[in-house]
């Protein structure tokens, strides 16, 4: 079962630009995490940020969770070209006590020079 | 850094084969993971392991098995291939408890002819 949604599905900016991607989930969790993937290689993790906090930055990355509508969002800050790849969330569900990770199904995020 | 490393980047089998995909971490992590990536898909787990010899079934554990005999080693087994599991094959791991990012390999395309 599918328990993060990615919107939107595809993603197309201007170098420079900020990028915006959002995630949906259904049940209660412990953290929520996410991932970048480049083309045909493994994933990355980008950022977790746990149930009980609201908003965390990395760099040019920015998070931000509200468990009141079981919604996440990534923001990337001034895209660089490089950051053209697939981002992902995954929810770590309070049911599970091993790690176990649910994913969604990604956005594809272009950007362009 | 931790390194999670697969047997093979691509792998080509014949139907009804039977196909080992090997995983190795190095970081003594309890948890390993293996994941099948199909567009718009997104990342489904097919088996994890919390411990050696410890499994769990996955969302997708029809035509698969695993083993883990050591700690470092997790292998996915597809016991006689079908077209229907060529896709892209990633292993992970992770320290056991829930608060920690998963690590993940490179990925093995598999296509099964």
């Known amino acids: 079962s599918q328990q993060g949604e990615e919107d939107p599905q595809a993603l197309s900016i201007q170098e420079g630009e900020n990028a915006t991607m959002n995630c949906s989930y259904k049940?209660?969790?412990?953290?929520l995490q996410w991932y970048r993937q480049n083309s045909g290689r493994g994933l990355v993790h980008l950022i977790l940020i746990r149930s009980n906090e609201r908003e965390k930055h990395s760099g040019r990355l920015r998070v931000t969770l509200d468990t009141s509508k079981k919604s996440s969002s990534l923001l990337i800050t001034a895209s660089r070209a490089a950051d053209t790849a697939s981002y992902f969330c995954?929810?770590?569900?309070?049911?599970?006590?091993?790690?176990?990770?649910?994913f969604g199904q990604g956005t594809t995020l272009q950007v362009k020079p | 850094d931790v390194k999670v490393t697969q047997s093979s980047r691509y792998l080509v089998k014949r139907t009804g084969e039977k196909v080992f995909l090997e995983c190795v971490q190095d970081?003594?992590?309890?948890?390993m993971f293996w994941y099948r990536q199909d567009p718009g898909l997104g990342l489904r787990l097919i088996y994890f392991s919390y411990d050696v010899k410890m499994k769990e079934k996955g969302d997708i554990p029809e035509g698969y098995s695993v083993s883990r005999e050591k700690k470092e080693r997790f292998s996915l087994i597809l016991e006689s291939a079908s077209t229907n599991q060529t896709s892209m094959y990633l292993c992970?791991?992770?320290?056991?408890?829930?608060?920690?990012?998963?690590?993940f390999g490179p990925g093995t395309r598999l296509t099964v002819t």
């Open positions: 970081m003594d992590h309890e948890n």
């Open positions: 992970a791991s992770s320290p056991m408890a829930n608060s920690y990012e998963q690590y």
């Open positions: 995954a929810t770590n569900p309070v049911s599970s006590n091993t790690g176990k990770l649910i």
């Open positions: 049940t209660s969790i412990n953290n």
